[in-house]
């Protein structure tokens, strides 16, 4: 038995959530603001899977991270704040969704902090940890982040544990790393107005990928990130396969489930290497 953690902690579980809605169809297709069909398969995220999320993580007594859009926090003001009144993190990803490294620094900055001030507007407390839309950071960003005393960024795939990352400005920040295989987007997106077709997989295939995935990085004492979207996770089917895979890592004893937040703050001191965590 090997890894990172101290104590009796084997592994770290990181559940997050992405609740882009349809703001993520917008900006890759600005028609989508006039077709109420897809505006409605993005609003049925914080409209009806989120309220069954926040029932699935109450009843697993399970705090987790919610990354929200700006623009999506404007329409639902409502489940951002029953978001963070459950106690899980609340922290931007954007406005309409927009990738950094498609901005100028100016237009990122300014979305930085418009899509941090709504948030902290609903929830009254302001967000210090941030996911890059579509996981593609610019060159900018760790130093913007870094000059708004951000903790952590989570959007890179550099490890498989909390690692630092250096800002260009100096400094440096907590790394929650991300991985595209876990991830419900490649799986199960089926969005004809933005031109995604595939067949999506079945729950029992996306099951045995995500607990596979873990059982390898709880045997390596790393960390677990899974990243969901409400509308592709909240559909029939997946949030019982959510469910079941919430209960397949709780059955391994030394695994504790956190926030990005809380883990990036604990890791702050110790992170330069991962093989050289002493706190979780
Ligand atoms: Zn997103």
């Not at 890059?132 to 544990?161: C, I, K, N, Q, T």
Request: aromatic share 8%; proline share 8%; charged share 25%.
């Amino acid at each position: 038995m090997s890894g990172i953690w101290p104590g009796d902690t084997r592994c770290v579980a990181v559940l997050s959530f992405d609740m882009d809605g349809a703001s993520a169809m917008i900006h890759r297709n600005p028609d989508v603001q006039r077709m109420p069909s897809t505006l409605s398969h993005g609003d049925f995220g914080p409209r009806v899977a989120v309220p069954r999320i926040l029932e699935l993580l109450r009843e697993h007594d399970i705090a987790a991270s919610f990354y929200v859009p700006g623009w999506v926090a404007e329409r639902f003001p409502d489940t951002v704040a029953a978001v963070a009144s459950a106690g899980h993190e609340v922290a931007p990803h954007g406005y309409m969704h927009e990738p950094p490294a498609t901005l100028s620094r100016d237009e990122e900055a300014a979305i930085l902090d418009r899509s941090s001030a709504i948030l902290e507007g609903i929830t009254g407390e302001r967000p210090l940890g941030y996911r890059s839309p579509s996981w593609e950071l610019s060159e900018h960003s760790l130093d913007l982040l870094m000059e708004r005393g951000f903790v952590y960024d989570s959007s890179l795939m550099g490890d498989d544990a909390p690692y630092r990352v250096p800002a260009a400005g100096g400094g440096e920040l907590v790394e929650i790393p991300v991985h595209w295989s876990l991830d419900d987007a490649p799986y199960f997106v089926f969005n004809p107005a933005v031109s995604r077709t595939n067949v999506p997989a079945s729950p029992a295939q996306v099951y045995d990928t995500w607990s596979t995935a873990f059982d390898e990085l709880y045997d390596r004492g790393r960390c677990y990130v899974l990243t969901v979207h409400p509308w592709i996770i909240g559909r029939a089917g997946r949030l019982t396969m959510l469910d079941r895979l919430i209960r397949h890592i709780r059955e391994q004893p030394g695994v504790k489930f956190r926030r990005s937040i809380g883990l990036a703050r604990d890791v702050q001191p110790d992170c330069a290497a991962p093989d050289k965590l002493t706190q979780t």
